[in-house]
C-alpha cells in the first residue's frame, strides 16, 4: 500500500508505510492522505512515538490472524 504525502514545499510523493513513519519522526511532511481524506500532521492525532500526542480513535489496523 502506497500513501499519498505532501512535503513544505508542496511536492508531492507516493510513499510506503515504513517510509512515512520516518518522514513524520523528522518532521518533513506537512500533510497526508488517509481514508477519509487529507490530514496536516500539526494538526491531527497520530500514533507512535512522534511526540506526545496520543490517539483518541477508532482502531483501523488490520487484526492478526489467531
Known amino acids: ?5 505532501e512535503y513544505a514545499d508542496g511536492e ?6 515504513h517510509q512515512l513513519n ?4 523528522y518532521d518533513l511532511i506537512e500533510r497526508f492522505e488517509r481514508s477519509e481524506g487529507w490530514v496536516s500532521v500539526r494538526d ?3 500514533r507512535g512515538p512522534r511526540g506526545s500526542l ?3 480513535g477508532p482502531e483501523r489496523r488490520a487484526v492478526p490472524f489467531s
Open 1 to 5: 500500500m502506497l500513501i499519498r504525502v
Open 12 to 17: 508531492r510523493h507516493l510513499v510506503r508505510p
Open 22 to 25: 520516518r518522514l513524520l519522526s
Open 44 to 46: 491531527a492525532a497520530l
Open 54 to 56: 496520543e490517539y483518541d
